[in-house]
């Protein structure tokens, strides 16, 4: 009995890590149309809405079962993935609404 619980537990582990990657919203690059549309307090808007996403990728990253689990399923690879996608889409939407601001000429 003992010969196969060695592999029912690897075999579980394995499952289980295989769904323990993390995930994080993505935020879309500026539009055409939110270019146009968007005024100066809509763009701020959106900036403490690019800041929020921020906050919770540095939170999510942060290292719990998850973060364990998915290290013994992939080595961490996953993780930091999905992670650095996140953090790109956000500087990305960031720049967009930055260079929007500028050109709109918001304080």
């Known amino acids: 009995m003992k010969f196969y619980t060695i592999p029912l537990f690897l075999c579980a582990t394995l499952m ?11 935020l ?18 959106e900036l403490a809405k690019v800041a929020e996403a921020r906050r919770q990728v540095a939170e999510g990253s942060q290292i719990n079962l998850m973060s364990v689990a998915g290290f013994l399923g992939d080595f961490g690879i996953g993780n930091a993935l999905e992670k ?23 304080n």
Request: glycine share 8%.
């Open 16 to 26: 289980i890590s295989g769904c323990a990657t993390k995930r994080y919203d993505r």
């Open 28 to 45: 879309q690059s500026v539009s055409g149309a939110e270019a146009l549309a968007y005024d100066c307090k809509d763009i701020n808007l």
């Open 84 to 106: 650095s996608a996140a953090e790109k889409t956000i500087a990305d939407r960031e720049s967009g609404l930055m260079s929007l601001k500028a050109e709109k000429g918001c």
